[in-house]
């Protein structure tokens, strides 16, 4: 700027538009409307690639060619609009083609793979992006999903532009609202201002937003719009006199001080009137930020020097000094703005900034995406992530409490996933959320019978990540339960708990279940007839147990809480003993050893008598089928089936009434991963002799390796993991192993 006396820009200008204004284009035909969007781009940048901005105009038109809009004229007329809006905004030609194609895949039989051919990577991603946006449903949404539906849209895009041209899409449906009819201008109208306009706000377009505000403000409200528009213009006009003078009084007192500055007369936006008056709950009169000047100049410092000139001249209203330079708000706006009382004792405000300031607060993010000359470097890339970046932290710094534009706040928050319901409502999850988290956010019927998941049309396991964006259809079935296995990868506290509390009801009543056998069995190895015992018996001795009713006595059995010999003491103490000698080997509930003629057959495990109990495999000694094993029952997880010869069954053995006999059961053919380290002499074909044994067994082989062993220079470690079928196929190839000249030792670890 120079350092000349400041030219009066003439009688209260309007504030300068962030784009050279073109006219807009009247209907004329789309050949004549597109070859003035060209003429206009290319006077401004006669490198650009033209020949592809003409293609994508060919290419829409052609698709578009049998669809008219409701105004009657060809439904081209509105891409081309669109990008004449970003053609005046500056957007470089990705922008401007986008603009053009923004339709065509969701609208005509146009694919993304068909764009990517035609006119590369970057224009199919916006593209594709612009139709995952109209997607949404946002019909009959709640009001409160419009924060989450904002947020989602931001999150979800993976390059900004597109954000970008769905806001000058959405600006041109609101130019052309009024061939709708009115239900559907007002839907538009209210979308507008619940979710763009915040959108541009966030992103700093502050031109944009105003636009989208008041545009949508006249068509949701238009009886409030007259009245305040009214409002304001017989203010505007009662003080445009004063204002006037206050502009001139402003510009001469800065000029003598050799502050270069442009000075405007600016009037408050109708909306942000309307939206003041509502939320402040004040008249029209107390609005002191109705009428304003604002100064334009060169540097920071000659900001803070307008504002010494200004204070000086009149009296500041105290409280209304804002330093959104010091301090900028989240969306990178920065500006001093102030109060003061003015002649006549008419309010005015001052907003004061330089010229990088005003084109942040007009242009915002789009600012960055502007055409310049020449190519674009990786340093400007860098800035626009910057710029991005800066816009996170900030988001995250800022959280003062009394900022009233926090209800506008739109937070890039990487922590959340936005998915869909097939019927568009938003979900929001925390991050690596599964289908199954969004099951149970629907409902939590829809969760405990979920039996699987598409996510955007195809089928994906339970624990699959849910990424923004996606449509996630959950398939249930009636009288399906969720599996102890979802705890492992579900997100949200909501699905763990509901999830948590199915498994304990079904496990409680195999609790009971288990309860009763045990009870029953120690009681038929004690002599004592169950059948000779009431329930008013059977309920006194729960009682004794702290337990209100039978069942939580036999629950409390089945976990292994009390033991069934001391609740039998108590139903017939003439038969049982009360405590158990403490010398006696066995524990009270488990059967002694039997000798099982066959029971190394084929057989799953399976708590004795007992079909249905949870029972799973140690991981300390991982058993294999037909070894000796020993069931203990734990807290809440079934049995827990251990080798006997396991280390950890001897320290488990002092609560012995949790001890339970399990058996091999027959009919299942699985497998049992071993995993086993063979320390052989280091010699050549050891391994393949090592292989050729368990291919003899047909045995699957998870994985071998061998390696020199590091303590010894002539011996070396073969280690394997293979499926084994019982102890007797593993007895086989150890043996065998063993044969082979050269092993030194077999050991099996866990
Ligand atoms: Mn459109």
Known sequence: MAKQPVESPGPIPLPPHAADAAPAPVSTSLDETYQRLEDFVRSRRPADDFEALRRA??????????????????????????AWILAEMQMDMVCLQTGLLHDTVEDTTATVDEIRKLFGEDVARCVNGVTKLSKINLHNREERQAESVRKM????????????????????????????????????????????????????????????????????????????????????????????????????????????????ARVKRPWSVHQK???????????????????????????????????????????????????????????????????????????????????????????????????????????????????????????DPADFMSNLKVDLYPEEVYCFTPMGRVVVLPRDATPVDFAYSIHTHVGHTCTGAKVNGRMVPLKHGLRNGDIVEILTQNGSQPSRDWLSFVKTARARNKIRHVINATEREKAIELGQKVLEREARRLGVA??????????????????????????????????????????????????????TPAAPTVAPERERPGSEKDYVIQVKGMNDLLTYRAKCCNAIRGEPIVGYITRGKGVAVHSKNCPNVQNLMYEAERKIDVEWARGARDSFQVRLVVHTDDRAGMLNQLTQILFSEDINIRSVEAHADEKSFDSAVVEMTVEVRDKKQLERIVTAMRRVSGVRDIERVH
């Open 153 to 264: 849209l931001l999150a979800m895009v993976e390059d900004i532009r597109v954000i970008i041209v769905k806001l000058a899409d959405r600006l041109h449906n609101l130019r052309t609202l009024q061939s709708l009819s009115r239900e559907r201008q007002e839907r538009i109208a209210a979308e507008t201002i619940e979710l763009y306009a915040p959108i541009a706000h966030r992103l700093g377009m502050g031109k944009l937003r105003g636009e989208l505000e008041d545009l949508g403000f006249r068509y949701l409200d238009p009886q409030a719009w007259n009245e305040v528009t009214a409002e304001i213009e017989s203010r505007r006009q009662a003080s445009e006199h004063g204002l006037e003078e206050i502009r001139v009084t402003v510009e001469e007192k800065l000029a003598e001080e050799h502050i270069p500055a442009k000075v405007y």
């Open 277 to 399: 008056l509502r939320k402040q709950r004040i008249s029209i009169d107390q609005v002191y930020d109705l009428l304003g000047v604002r100064i334009i100049t060169d540097s920071v410092k000659n900001c803070y020097a307008a504002l010494g000139v200004i204070h000086n001249e009149w009296h500041p209203i105290p409280g209304r000094i804002k330093d959104f330079i010091a301090i900028p708000r989240p969306n990178l706006y920065q500006s001093l703005h102030t109060s003061v009382m003015g002649p006549g004792g008419v309010a005015f405000e001052v907003q004061i900034r330089t010229e990088e300031m005003h084109r942040v607060a007009e242009e915002g993010i789009a600012a960055h995406w502007k055409y310049k000359e020449g190519k674009r470097g990786p340093a400007e890339d860098d800035q626009r992530i910057a710029w991005l970046r800066q816009l996170v932290e900030w988001q995250r710094e800022v959280r």
């Open 530 to 583: 169950m059948s000779r015992v009431t329930r008013q018996q059977m309920e006194a001795v729960a009682g004794e147990y702290g337990c209100s009713k039978i069942e939580d006595l036999q629950a409390a059995l089945g976990w292994g809480k009390f033991s069934a010999r001391q609740v039998l003491s108590k139903l017939a103490p003439n038969e049982v003993a009360p405590e158990a000698p403490p010398e």
């Open 57 to 82: 105009f060919e290419f829409a038109r052609e698709r578009h060619s049998k669809q008219t809009r409701v105004s009657g004229e060809p439904y081209m007329a509105h891409p081309l609009a669109v």
